[in-house]
Protein backbone atom coordinates (compact mmCIF):
# COMPACT_ATOMS: atom_id res chain seq x y z
CA UNK A 1 0.00 0.00 0.00
CA UNK A 2 1.47 2.79 -1.09
CA UNK A 3 2.52 5.67 1.69
CA UNK A 4 4.87 8.92 0.98
CA UNK A 5 7.88 7.20 -0.03
CA UNK A 6 6.17 5.72 -3.02
CA UNK A 7 3.33 7.88 -3.97
CA UNK A 8 6.69 11.01 -3.90
CA UNK A 9 8.71 7.73 -5.97
CA UNK A 10 5.85 7.95 -8.56
CA UNK A 11 4.95 11.78 -9.04
CA UNK A 12 8.41 12.71 -9.75
CA UNK A 13 8.24 9.53 -12.27
CA UNK A 14 5.51 11.38 -13.77
CA UNK A 15 7.14 14.78 -13.82
CA UNK A 16 8.32 14.08 -17.41
CA UNK A 17 4.61 14.66 -18.24
CA UNK A 18 4.43 18.14 -16.74
CA UNK A 19 3.74 20.84 -20.02
CA UNK A 20 2.21 17.65 -21.78
CA UNK A 21 -1.47 18.12 -23.55
CA UNK A 22 -4.11 15.77 -22.99
CA UNK A 23 -5.45 15.04 -26.69
CA UNK A 24 -7.82 12.64 -24.81
CA UNK A 25 -9.38 11.02 -21.27
CA UNK A 26 -10.25 7.40 -21.92
CA UNK A 27 -12.48 6.27 -18.81
CA UNK A 28 -12.94 2.53 -19.07
CA UNK A 29 -14.82 2.06 -15.56
CA UNK A 30 -18.06 3.75 -15.53
CA UNK A 31 -18.15 4.86 -11.75
CA UNK A 32 -15.89 7.02 -12.47
CA UNK A 33 -17.98 10.89 -12.43
CA UNK A 34 -15.47 12.78 -14.65
CA UNK A 35 -15.91 15.92 -16.04
CA UNK A 36 -14.22 14.75 -19.56
CA UNK A 37 -14.81 17.92 -21.66
CA UNK A 38 -13.47 19.75 -18.67
CA UNK A 39 -10.08 17.87 -18.49
CA UNK A 40 -9.46 17.48 -22.22
CA UNK A 41 -7.19 20.00 -23.97
CA UNK A 42 -5.76 21.25 -21.09
CA UNK A 43 -2.29 21.44 -20.41
CA UNK A 44 -0.50 19.24 -16.79
CA UNK A 45 0.83 22.59 -15.60
CA UNK A 46 1.93 20.48 -12.28
CA UNK A 47 2.47 17.16 -10.95
CA UNK A 48 2.15 17.44 -7.11
CA UNK A 49 2.12 15.65 -3.86
CA UNK A 50 -0.08 16.35 -1.03
CA UNK A 51 0.10 13.47 1.69
CA UNK A 52 -0.80 10.33 0.10
CA UNK A 53 -3.07 11.95 -2.93
CA UNK A 54 -0.79 12.55 -6.40
CA UNK A 55 -2.55 15.68 -7.75
CA UNK A 56 -2.42 17.11 -12.03
CA UNK A 57 -2.53 20.36 -12.23
CA UNK A 58 -4.38 21.68 -15.14
CA UNK A 59 -4.35 24.69 -17.33
CA UNK A 60 -8.20 24.92 -16.69
CA UNK A 61 -7.18 25.79 -12.99
CA UNK A 62 -8.75 22.54 -11.93
CA UNK A 63 -6.85 19.89 -10.19
CA UNK A 64 -7.95 15.87 -11.65
CA UNK A 65 -7.08 13.83 -7.82
CA UNK A 66 -6.02 10.23 -7.67
CA UNK A 67 -5.09 8.29 -3.90
CA UNK A 68 -4.16 5.53 -4.74
CA UNK A 69 -5.19 3.83 -1.50
CA UNK A 70 -4.26 -0.10 -0.49
CA UNK A 71 -3.74 -1.28 -4.44
CA UNK A 72 -3.87 1.73 -7.35
CA UNK A 73 -1.12 2.20 -9.78
CA UNK A 74 -0.25 5.35 -11.66
CA UNK A 75 1.84 3.88 -15.11
CA UNK A 76 3.62 5.12 -17.90
CA UNK A 77 3.62 1.88 -19.57
CA UNK A 78 0.98 -1.19 -19.20
CA UNK A 79 1.52 -5.14 -19.49
CA UNK A 80 -1.27 -7.37 -21.02
CA UNK A 81 -2.09 -8.70 -17.28
CA UNK A 82 -2.86 -4.89 -16.03
CA UNK A 83 -5.13 -4.15 -18.95
CA UNK A 84 -8.10 -5.26 -17.54
CA UNK A 85 -7.75 -3.61 -14.64
CA UNK A 86 -7.07 0.03 -16.24
CA UNK A 87 -9.76 2.45 -14.99
CA UNK A 88 -8.72 5.32 -16.83
CA UNK A 89 -5.99 6.47 -19.99
CA UNK A 90 -4.88 9.62 -20.42
CA UNK A 91 -3.71 10.48 -23.52
CA UNK A 92 -1.03 13.14 -23.69
CA UNK A 93 0.83 14.60 -26.81
CA UNK A 94 3.96 12.86 -25.62
CA UNK A 95 2.84 9.83 -24.03
CA UNK A 96 -0.13 8.02 -21.86
CA UNK A 97 -0.40 7.76 -18.32
CA UNK A 98 -2.81 4.61 -17.04
CA UNK A 99 -4.45 4.44 -14.14
CA UNK A 100 -4.54 1.13 -12.91
CA UNK A 101 -7.27 -0.25 -10.03
CA UNK A 102 -7.20 -3.61 -9.79
CA UNK A 103 -9.64 -3.77 -6.47
CA UNK A 104 -11.30 -0.49 -7.28
CA UNK A 105 -10.40 0.64 -3.55
CA UNK A 106 -8.43 3.75 -5.31
CA UNK A 107 -10.15 7.10 -6.27
CA UNK A 108 -10.45 9.82 -8.97
CA UNK A 109 -11.86 13.23 -8.72
CA UNK A 110 -12.31 16.28 -10.53
CA UNK A 111 -11.74 19.83 -8.40
CA UNK A 112 -12.49 23.00 -9.83
CA UNK A 113 -11.51 24.85 -6.82
CA UNK A 114 -8.26 23.87 -5.14
CA UNK A 115 -7.81 20.87 -2.60
CA UNK A 116 -10.58 19.58 -1.24
CA UNK A 117 -9.60 17.30 1.32
CA UNK A 118 -8.36 17.90 5.23
CA UNK A 119 -4.73 17.22 5.48
CA UNK A 120 -2.03 17.65 8.64
CA UNK A 121 1.55 18.28 7.75
CA UNK A 122 3.21 16.89 5.16
CA UNK A 123 6.85 15.75 6.92
CA UNK A 124 8.81 17.16 4.12
CA UNK A 125 7.26 21.11 5.16
CA UNK A 126 9.99 23.10 6.25
CA UNK A 127 7.28 24.04 9.50
CA UNK A 128 7.49 19.99 10.73
CA UNK A 129 9.56 21.00 13.32
CA UNK A 130 10.65 19.18 16.61
CA UNK A 131 8.73 21.66 18.35
CA UNK A 132 5.91 20.85 15.71
CA UNK A 133 5.60 17.04 16.38
CA UNK A 134 5.52 17.41 20.04
CA UNK A 135 2.78 19.66 19.64
CA UNK A 136 1.18 16.95 17.69
CA UNK A 137 2.58 14.05 19.86
CA UNK A 138 1.86 14.99 23.23
CA UNK A 139 -2.08 16.93 22.40
CA UNK A 140 -3.29 13.67 22.29
CA UNK A 141 -3.74 10.62 24.95
CA UNK A 142 -4.20 7.77 21.60
CA UNK A 143 -1.17 5.28 20.85
CA UNK A 144 1.40 6.59 19.56
CA UNK A 145 1.74 4.65 16.13
CA UNK A 146 -2.05 5.44 15.24
CA UNK A 147 -1.72 8.88 16.24
CA UNK A 148 1.42 9.07 13.44
CA UNK A 149 -0.90 7.36 10.97
CA UNK A 150 -3.74 9.58 11.64
CA UNK A 151 -3.69 12.14 7.86
CA UNK A 152 -5.58 14.78 9.82
CA UNK A 153 -2.40 15.21 11.86
CA UNK A 154 0.45 14.25 9.79
CA UNK A 155 0.16 13.65 6.35
CA UNK A 156 1.87 10.71 4.39
CA UNK A 157 2.74 7.59 6.88
CA UNK A 158 1.15 4.85 7.05
CA UNK A 159 1.78 1.10 8.54
CA UNK A 160 5.18 -0.03 7.55
CA UNK A 161 6.62 3.67 7.52
CA UNK A 162 5.28 4.81 11.39
CA UNK A 163 6.68 1.39 12.44
CA UNK A 164 10.02 1.20 11.14
CA UNK A 165 10.33 5.10 12.64
CA UNK A 166 8.88 3.94 16.13
CA UNK A 167 11.57 1.31 15.97
CA UNK A 168 14.22 3.61 14.92
CA UNK A 169 13.30 6.12 17.89
CA UNK A 170 13.45 3.04 20.39
CA UNK A 171 9.94 3.67 21.24
CA UNK A 172 6.94 1.39 22.01
CA UNK A 173 3.92 1.87 19.33
CA UNK A 174 1.43 1.19 22.23
CA UNK A 175 2.31 4.25 24.97
CA UNK A 176 -0.19 7.56 24.50
CA UNK A 177 1.07 10.42 23.05
CA UNK A 178 1.47 12.16 26.00
CA UNK A 179 3.60 10.70 27.68
CA UNK A 180 6.58 10.58 25.38
CA UNK A 181 9.10 12.73 26.76
CA UNK A 182 11.23 15.35 24.54
CA UNK A 183 14.21 13.88 24.11
CA UNK A 184 11.76 10.67 22.58
CA UNK A 185 10.33 12.97 20.21
CA UNK A 186 13.65 14.42 19.22
CA UNK A 187 14.47 11.15 18.50
CA UNK A 188 11.47 10.33 16.49
CA UNK A 189 11.81 13.33 14.54
CA UNK A 190 14.89 12.17 12.31
CA UNK A 191 13.62 8.77 12.68
CA UNK A 192 10.53 9.90 10.61
CA UNK A 193 12.52 12.22 8.11
CA UNK A 194 15.02 9.78 8.25
CA UNK A 195 12.77 6.74 7.54
CA UNK A 196 11.15 8.36 4.40
CA UNK A 197 13.83 10.29 2.86
CA UNK A 198 15.83 6.52 2.73
CA UNK A 199 12.62 4.38 1.35
CA UNK A 200 12.24 7.43 -1.18
CA UNK A 201 16.28 6.81 -2.19
CA UNK A 202 15.20 3.42 -2.77
CA UNK A 203 12.21 4.00 -4.78
CA UNK A 204 9.90 2.63 -1.78
CA UNK A 205 8.65 -0.67 -0.85
CA UNK A 206 7.05 -3.86 -2.71
CA UNK A 207 6.06 -6.62 -0.68
CA UNK A 208 4.64 -9.02 -3.26
CA UNK A 209 4.83 -9.93 -7.23
CA UNK A 210 0.61 -9.74 -8.13
CA UNK A 211 -0.66 -6.85 -10.19
CA UNK A 212 -2.35 -5.28 -6.31
CA UNK A 213 1.14 -4.81 -5.30
CA UNK A 214 3.07 -1.26 -5.96
CA UNK A 215 5.62 -0.70 -8.56
CA UNK A 216 7.22 2.47 -9.69
CA UNK A 217 5.37 4.45 -12.60
CA UNK A 218 7.47 1.67 -15.05
CA UNK A 219 6.32 -1.21 -13.54
CA UNK A 220 9.53 -1.89 -11.26
CA UNK A 221 9.61 -2.93 -8.04
CA UNK A 222 10.74 -0.65 -5.26
CA UNK A 223 14.03 -1.69 -2.95
CA UNK A 224 13.18 -0.95 0.41
CA UNK A 225 11.53 -3.94 1.96
CA UNK A 226 14.96 -5.27 2.02
CA UNK A 227 15.82 -2.86 4.49
CA UNK A 228 13.11 -2.83 6.68
CA UNK A 229 13.67 -3.94 10.28
CA UNK A 230 10.75 -4.68 11.94
CA UNK A 231 7.71 -4.61 9.66
CA UNK A 232 6.44 -7.84 8.31
CA UNK A 233 9.55 -9.42 10.37
CA UNK A 234 7.81 -10.96 13.10
CA UNK A 235 9.64 -13.88 14.50
CA UNK A 236 12.60 -12.68 13.16
CA UNK A 237 15.41 -10.98 15.18
CA UNK A 238 16.18 -7.42 15.84
CA UNK A 239 18.65 -5.99 13.65
CA UNK A 240 19.74 -3.96 16.74
CA UNK A 241 19.45 -5.81 20.21
CA UNK A 242 18.52 -9.58 18.45
CA UNK A 243 15.63 -9.96 20.88
CA UNK A 244 12.40 -11.14 18.41
CA UNK A 245 10.17 -9.44 16.63
CA UNK A 246 6.10 -9.19 17.78
CA UNK A 247 3.43 -8.85 16.09
CA UNK A 248 0.54 -6.90 17.60
CA UNK A 249 -3.28 -5.48 16.65
CA UNK A 250 -3.47 -1.42 16.61
CA UNK A 251 -6.89 0.18 15.63
CA UNK A 252 -7.40 -2.85 13.31
CA UNK A 253 -3.89 -3.21 11.53
CA UNK A 254 -0.75 -5.18 12.56
CA UNK A 255 2.19 -3.16 14.70
CA UNK A 256 5.42 -5.11 14.01
CA UNK A 257 8.06 -3.56 17.01
CA UNK A 258 10.75 -5.20 19.15
CA UNK A 259 9.95 -5.30 22.85
CA UNK A 260 13.54 -5.26 24.11
CA UNK A 261 14.68 -2.28 22.84
CA UNK A 262 11.24 -0.01 21.88
CA UNK A 263 10.37 0.85 25.53
ZN1 LIG B 1 15.61 -4.65 19.53
Redesign the pocket.
Known amino acids: MPELPEVETIVRGLSTMRGARIDELEVLDQRLALPVHEIVGKTIEGIERRGKYILFCLSSGGDLIVHLRMSGRLTLTRSSAEEKHTRFVLHLDRGKVYFINPRRLGTVEYSRNGFPHNLGIDPFDFEFTPQHLEEIVTSSRAPIKPLLMDQRRIAGLGNIYAAEALWRAGIDPRRAGNTLTRKEIRALHPAILGILQNAIDNMGTTFGETVSDYRNVYGDYGGFQDLLAVYGREKER ?1 P ?4 EILRIRQAGRSTYY ?1 P ?3 R
Not at 240 to 243: M, Q
Open positions: CRCGECECQ
